[in-house]
């Protein structure tokens, strides 16, 4: 199948963007708080945050290479290739928005930024815009959990209502 080059860079642009953001959030945070220490498991701790940073931003440079390998594919005339590709591309970015889960509140402007840019751009699902939201709208860090049991019959509930 045929893709539109022209839509697929603005695309890869937007996640080059929401990367450069995220990947400045992060190093602010390290600085600002230093090397992630593995004991502190508490929701928003600066660990946490930090975790949270590094995994939005890994997430848009894995949806970036898949986007940039569409392009590439396509352009060499691979088209089974670029269409593997680009469904894969389209998949929810494993961690985002779940890394906001992770941070402290309020989020970074970088961060907020970023996420909208996501939410904005229309090329993944609608879950994806809806989740943004919801991490965004969260007055504080939700992951991990203080109460385990707690959260496995939420999530539970949640699966349920699909």
Same mark, same amino acid.
């Given at each position: 199948?045929?893709?539109?080059?022209?839509?697929?860079?603005?695309?890869?642009?937007?996640?080059?963007?929401?990367?450069?953001?995220?990947?400045?959030?992060?190093?602010?945070?390290?600085?600002?708080?230093?090397?992630? &220490?593995?004991?502190?498991?508490?929701?928003?701790?600066?660990?946490?945050?930090?975790?949270?940073?590094?995994?939005?931003?890994?997430?848009?440079?894995?949806?970036?290479?898949?986007?940039?390998?569409?392009?590439?594919?396509?352009?060499?005339?691979?088209?089974?290739?670029?269409?593997?590709?680009?469904?894969?591309?389209?998949?929810?970015?494993?961690?985002?928005?779940?890394?906001?889960?992770?941070?402290?509140?309020?989020?970074?402007?970088?961060?907020? &930024?970023?996420?909208?840019?996501?939410?904005?751009?229309?090329?993944?699902?609608?879950?994806?815009?809806?989740?943004?939201?919801?991490?965004?709208?969260?007055?504080?860090?939700?992951?991990?959990?203080?109460?385990?049991?707690?959260?496995?019959?939420?999530?539970?509930?949640?699966?349920? &209502?699909?």
């Amino acid at each position: 199948m045929p893709h539109d080059l022209t839509e697929l860079v603005r695309v890869g642009r937007v996640l080059e963007e929401a990367h450069r953001l995220l990947e400045g959030e992060r190093k602010r945070l390290e600085q600002q708080h230093g090397r992630r &220490r593995p004991y502190e498991v508490t929701a928003g701790s600066p660990t946490q945050t930090l975790r949270g940073a590094t995994d939005l931003a890994e997430s848009m440079a894995a949806g970036l290479k898949q986007v940039s390998l569409t392009i590439g594919y396509s352009v060499l005339g691979m088209d089974d290739r670029a269409d593997r590709a680009l469904r894969v591309a389209r998949m929810q970015p494993v961690s985002f928005p779940s890394g906001a889960d992770r941070m402290a509140r309020p989020l970074g402007e970088d961060t907020v &930024r970023a996420m909208e840019l996501i939410r904005d751009l229309g090329f993944f699902d609608e879950e994806t815009s809806i989740a943004i939201d919801v991490a965004l709208a969260a007055p504080q860090a939700t992951y991990p959990p203080a109460d385990w049991d707690a959260y496995a019959r939420e999530q539970g509930a949640q699966s349920g &209502r699909d």
